[in-house]
């Protein structure tokens, strides 16, 4: 059974700091890594997606990584800025399903 | 071009009464997925439908829970009998076809509250 970890849960960082946000995943044999935001009451806002075969993805101040055979993926987010402030979501997808981890809770401080 | 639409975003509904949850997927997208955000849970799939078939409904509730997605029209996550546990936000998403290189893109969800 798949299962998608997040950590931390919260994360508190002065504005400017480069940041890395964890996750980790059981199951090795997941066809994407995918990375949302999620401001508070509002919808999923895809970041960045990688494919199996691929290693990392970036956009603009954002850098994903996908490590498959260690079952790691990190979000890289450069010069945080306040409007970084929010939930990012890591998932997996796994046959017709996607794994959602619950999420790193992101606080910019300016 | 429009994205994945759902409507009501908000609902409110008492113990007891129905909710249906409303998802347009984006043109050109036969396949939808629906997902269930509890407060202080992370997203959980429930089922994936395409055109009047229902292809994995793995993770929906075993009773008052159902969906559809006709062949004209919405896809329709409906929940009878609703209960406070049911309070949740349902977010609905959709791709082209089944195909794992395809991305699932999301709609804003509905927020479903049960006094």
């Known amino acids: 059974k798949q299962e998608v970890t997040q950590i931390p849960a919260a994360l508190s960082v002065p504005e400017g700091e480069n940041l890395v946000l964890n996750c980790s995943f059981t199951?090795?044999?997941?066809?994407?890594l995918q990375w949302f935001r999620q401001d508070p009451g509002k919808g999923l806002t895809s970041l960045l997606l990688?494919?199996?075969?691929?290693r990392e993805q970036t956009s603009g101040r954002l850098n994903a990584s996908l490590d498959k055979s260690s079952g790691r993926s990190t979000l890289y987010i450069a010069a945080s800025q306040p409007g970084d402030s929010a939930t990012y979501l890591c998932a997996g997808r796994r046959d017709d399903k996607i794994i959602f981890g619950k999420g790193t809770r992101l606080h910019i401080l300016p | 071009n429009a994205g994945v639409m759902q409507n009501p975003r908000h609902l409110v509904r008492r113990r007891g009464q129905e909710a249906r949850l409303r998802c347009s997927p984006m043109?050109?997208?036969?396949?939808v997925y629906w997902y269930r955000q509890l407060p202080e849970e992370g997203l959980k799939f429930m089922v994936y439908?395409?055109?009047?078939?229902?292809?994995?409904e793995s993770g929906m509730p075993k009773e008052r829970f159902s969906a559809e997605f006709p062949k004209e029209g919405p896809s329709i996550l409906r929940i009878q009998q609703v209960v406070r546990g049911d309070s949740a936000a349902y977010f609905c998403?959709?791709?082209?076809?089944?195909?794992?290189?395809?991305?699932?893109?999301f709609g804003p969800g509905t927020r479903l509250t049960v006094l």
């Open positions: 199951d090795s044999a997941i066809y994407n």
């Open positions: 990688i494919q199996s075969s691929q």
């Open positions: 998403a959709s791709s082209t076809d089944y195909s794992t290189y395809n991305e699932q893109f």
């Open positions: 043109k050109g997208h036969s396949h």
């Open positions: 439908l395409q055109k009047e078939n229902i292809i994995d």
